[in-house]
């Protein structure tokens, strides 16, 4: 079933809600950023160089995707006078002061509104099937595609790489992985610096960014020494690789789980770019209570599994991947660490609403817009998946 999302910004509306308390003063000013065609990170950045400020001063909670219209809080470390920043797309307003910074763990979730294009009339019957399981049973607690940015399909995860020990392999993804959003330039540089890996001269004779330079200077004298270049990975970023992996895992474990429980009939499936995800439309309520109040950990070192069922699929999936639970405990790498969180297998939107009507953009097509309430750490692209999730050819 075909559909088309984030056609436009406004398409794709996100708001933030946060339990930040808000004073008349305090260390920190904070505010609410609207924007849209702009990612957190680089509006951040943007800013802070119009206002003077060192990002290190500025704070938030959840990174917001440029393909939307979003609305998050931030906070701004010693601001002492009103600030009102306007532009065509974002704006900066000062809603008063707090004696902390914003950071995760204020978000208590997010507020959605998401127009989902290009419906073809005869498909339209068969998504109040799928619409109505949501507000009965919720959907699959997936981490989404976005979370495997720094997955490489002939390569693996650095995380993995990483607690394996292979530094040389952890090392080749993090400088050859190529990203969606990287321009031709550094597509054809990866590429040479993949076909060419281990002549560090040859590399290095390409390379342009400075942890390309740094590491390919550092190599040629230390031909095997990839530790020491993987341990100046800032820590967000390493925090990244190992969370995506972690993620994968989870994953994996849920995905494994659900084929265990229902039988062929009652899966659907939705591609993903690492493994499909398994959804259901209809459960018995012995099976939907067992997963409603089910919370499988994410990976770490002292994860404990919740019952015999998960921790057998859980050690099996380590077992195939070769890895072993001490692994995760890292002595060498000491700017990231893998922490276990609990994370529920079935989150139900609140609020949910949805219509159906003529798509404005596309003749003769139909669109849906859904609103809804998601907690912090869900994804909103993973509820339009389960919506389109349909019957696979064959039993994944």
């Known amino acids: 079933m075909q559909y088309k999302i984030k056609v436009k910004p406004e398409d794709f509306y996100v708001k933030e809600i946060v339990s930040l308390p808000i004073k008349d003063k305090g260390q920190y000013g904070v505010f609410i950023l609207k924007k849209r065609g702009w990612n957190t990170v680089d509006i951040l950045r ?10 290190t001063n500025i704070s938030y909670g959840g990174k917001k995707d440029r393909h939307a219209f979003t609305e998050q809080f931030i906070t701004i470390k010693n601001i002492k006078k009103k600030i ?101 330039e550094a597509r054809e540089r990866k590429n040479f610096l993949f076909e060419n890996w281990g002549n560090w001269q040859k590399c290095l004779s390409v390379a342009k960014t400075q942890m390309e330079k740094l590491s390919f200077n550092h190599l040629i004298e230390n031909p095997k020494d990839y530790l020491t270049i993987l341990k100046k990975i800032p ?27 229902l039988s062929e009939e009652e899966i659907i499936v939705h591609k993903g770019i ?4 398994i959804f259901f439309n209809e459960i018995d ?4 209570n ?9 990976a770490s070192s002292k994860l404990k599994m919740p019952d015999e069922i998960t921790e057998k699929i859980y050690n099996n999936l380590l077992q195939e991947r070769k890895v072993k639970h001490s692994m995760f405990n890292l002595k060498k790498i000491r700017q990231a660490f893998f922490k276990s969180i609990e994370r529920d297998v ?10 159906i009507e003529d798509d404005e953009v596309y003749e003769n097509r139909r669109k849906m817009t859904i609103s809804f309430f998601l907690p912090r750490g869900s994804y909103a692209t993973m509820l339009i998946k389960r919506i389109f999730a349909k019957k696979p050819l064959r039993r994944q």
């Open 46 to 55: 943007r800013i802070g160089k119009t206002l003077g400020i060192p990002l």
């Open 274 to 277: 690492v493994g499909d995800y």
């Open 290 to 298: 067992y997963l409603m109040k089910l919370q499988i950990p994410t």
């Open 235 to 261: 820590k967000e970023e390493m925090s990244m690789f190992f969370s995506a992996y972690q993620s994968y895992l989870w994953n994996e474990t849920a995905r494994s789980l659900l084929l265990t429980l």
């Open 84 to 184: 009102l920043v306007k532009d065509v797309n974002y704006s900066l307003q000062l809603l008063g002061f707090s004696e902390e910074p914003m950071d995760p763990r204020h978000i208590i979730g997010n507020e959605f509104k998401i127009t989902i294009r290009s419906i073809s009339k005869e498909a339209e019957e068969f998504l109040y099937i799928p619409l109505q399981s949501i507000e009965k049973y919720g959907f699959i607690n997936y981490f989404d595609d976005q979370r495997f940015g720094s997955f490489d399909p002939k390569q693996g995860f650095i995380g993995e790489k990483i607690i394996k020990g292979h530094y040389n392999g952890a090392l080749k993804i993090y400088l050859t992985h190529i990203y969606p959003e990287d321009k031709k």
């Open 346 to 355: 079935i989150v139900k939107p609140e609020l949910f609403k949805y219509t």
């Open 285 to 288: 309520k012995e099976k939907s």
